[in-house]
């Protein structure tokens, strides 16, 4: 395992020290388990912030094609909720 050395304000150094004897772990332990943490929300917020996009991009996508074929915004909501059902329908079996 690799070792680093950081600094950090006292008063935070004195909170992971507080918290680590309070769940009966080391100090290192505790920043360690920190980090993990850190790290999948990190990733998770990326990949929501990912699919929010990507989302946005399809209903621009969507609503530009749809004024191509003359389609209103509520006939594209429809078919919306059409093909959701449809997917939902193909996973309940």
């Given at each position: 395992m690799s070792k680093l050395n950081i600094s950090m304000p006292q008063e935070l150094l004195e909170q992971i020290?507080?918290?680590?004897e309070c769940l009966g772990i080391s100090?290192?332990?505790l920043i360690q388990e920190a980090s993990?943490?850190?790290m999948a929300q990190t990733q998770a917020d990326r990949e929501a912030e990912t699919r929010r996009l990507r989302g946005?991009?399809?209903a621009r996508r969507m609503k530009s094609i749809g004024a191509e074929i003359g389609l209103t915004s509520s006939d594209t909501v429809s078919l919306l909720?059409?093909?959701r059902?449809?997917?939902?329908?193909r996973?309940?079996?």
């Open positions: 020290d507080a918290e680590a100090r290192s332990g993990v943490r850190y946005q991009a399809a909720a059409e093909a059902a449809v997917e939902e329908s996973h309940d079996r």
